[in-house]
């Protein structure tokens, strides 16, 4: 028999292996998934951008104007609306002094505020006056056609204070030289908040249409041998425009106080 010889290098070896095995052995400290979770809502939230609030002026619930079976609806058309550049964004643009403003991120028009205000006058107009709004659509030929022309020299929004809407607008009847062109400057008192803001802007926008509605039924009530008058020759004793040979009809008298005629 020999006897077994003491190493110690293979002591500490297999000393070390056991550890090692042990530690492998043990399970691992997993987080939980709830907590993960609520780091993740947490972290969301804070970079969360604020709500945007949409607004629109065409909210009207004025009911349609009622016709007769056999008469024909009144044919009006109404082009897209210019308005200032520095207000021609989807943003609020408010007024914090007389010559500063403040464009609003959070607060902002459904669709660009000359097509709000288009879309407002249209409604406002073929329900005051029956019509129909043919602008981009076909007609049929000999038929009267209005054209509702406006330009927005001011759209201005005070906040608890009033808006303000000062317009130049025209209506031209189609295919004859017989017009009117008109002024409107429209300020309407608001109360605090953005939803009173844009309520102001809507009633001006209805005052504009009353006026607008009752130049075309001017226009309407032409005799049509007054209306149908040729470029070349108009009548005499009427004012002519700029436009050569064109008659201009005087702008309604049921104006606003502060509406003079262009």
Known sequence: MFARLFHPA???????????????????????VPSVVAAGVLALAGCASPTSHFYTLNATDAPATARSAGSPALLIEVPP???????AKYQFVVQTGPTQVQVLEQERWASLPGDEIRRALSSNLTSQLGAIDVYGTPYPEGVPVYRVSVNVQR???????????????SVRAVRTQAVLACRSVVSEPVAGGYDALTDGHRRAVQQISTEIAAGVQALAA??????ATPAKGASSGMATSAGAGAIKVPCPAAMSPAAPAA
């Open 10 to 32: 293979r002591a500490v070896s297999r000393v070390v292996g056991r550890a090692v095995s042990r530690a492998s052995a043990r399970p691992a400290v997993r987080v939980g």
């Open 155 to 169: 759209f201005e929004s005070w906040p608890g204070s009033h808006a303000l809407i000062d317009a130049v607008w």
């Open 222 to 227: 032409l005799p049509p041998t007054r209306a």
């Open 81 to 87: 609306v210019d308005v200032p550049p520095q207000v």
